[in-house]
């Protein structure tokens, strides 16, 4: 009986040691990730990396983790005067499989979401365009109201946000009868119609929808056998 409860003792210890063992490896590793992944990216701030599931380091041994989770903030989402600034973006990498001396990073799949103030796309709309909520619309089609001024004349219009796989513009549903009697309708739609590149995306994870809310709009990502590093 004395030596079932040692042999219980030791390996309840070892197991203990196990799990210590195996929360700082975790540790290290979602630390260097989210270090490599600052300096890769040249992100103003470093993101926070949770790597889910337990054992890790049985995961890492498999060459496969179940579950990544990346958090950001403050996020340039573009270059020079096409660039966009990302509030906050968050997305779960499944089923990530790792290779080359986990050198190389690639995960099955990937959904998450990305943040934008409508001050930010005012930043990223021409000079004078100022970018806010419009409210729902009864088509569902996700808008956004652009107010400023054209030619002295106050402007005011409701545009249309559009998105492709890796680029968010805003296209305005119609224009001010003054304006377009004049012949004007490609001068002012080449000041308030714009689209802005979303780059520092991982390869594969694309722009897939967008809702607005009354502080910005929520664009959802996601895709398959998103490149993670290579």
């Known amino acids: 009986m004395r030596v079932a409860r040692i042999l219980l003792i030791v390996v309840v210890v070892l197991g203990g040691l196990f799990v210590a063992a195996d929360r700082i490896a975790v540790t290290v590793a979602q630390n260097k990730a989210a270090q490599r992944a600052q300096a890769t990216e040249n992100l103003t701030e470093k993101p926070k990396v949770s790597i889910t599931g337990f054992p890790f380091l049985t995961q890492v041994l498999s060459g496969k983790l179940d579950d990544v989770k990346v958090s950001a903030d403050d996020i340039a989402a573009g270059d020079g005067s096409q660039s ?72 005011s219009v409701l545009s249309d946000i559009v998105l492709k796989k890796d680029t968010i513009g805003l296209h305005a549903q119609g224009l001010p009868k003054e304006l377009t009697a004049l012949g004007l309708e490609g001068k002012v739609r080449d000041e308030i119609d714009f689209t802005s590149q979303v780059t520092h995306l991982p390869a594969n994870l694309e722009l897939t929808s967008v809702t607005t809310t009354p502080d910005g709009i929520s664009v959802r990502v996601g895709g398959k056998d998103i490149v993670l590093a290579n």
């Open 84 to 155: 966009v600034r990302i509030d906050s973006f968050h997305a779960d990498l499944y089923g990530v499989k790792l290779s080359n001396g986990f050198s190389r990073a690639i995960a099955d799949s990937a959904d998450g979401q990305a943040f934008i103030t409508y001050a930010d796309l005012s930043k990223a709309a021409p000079a004078g365009i100022k970018v806010s909520y419009a409210g729902p619309s009864a088509s569902g089609t996700p808008r956004v109201k652009l107010t400023g001024s054209f030619m002295g004349a106050h402007l």
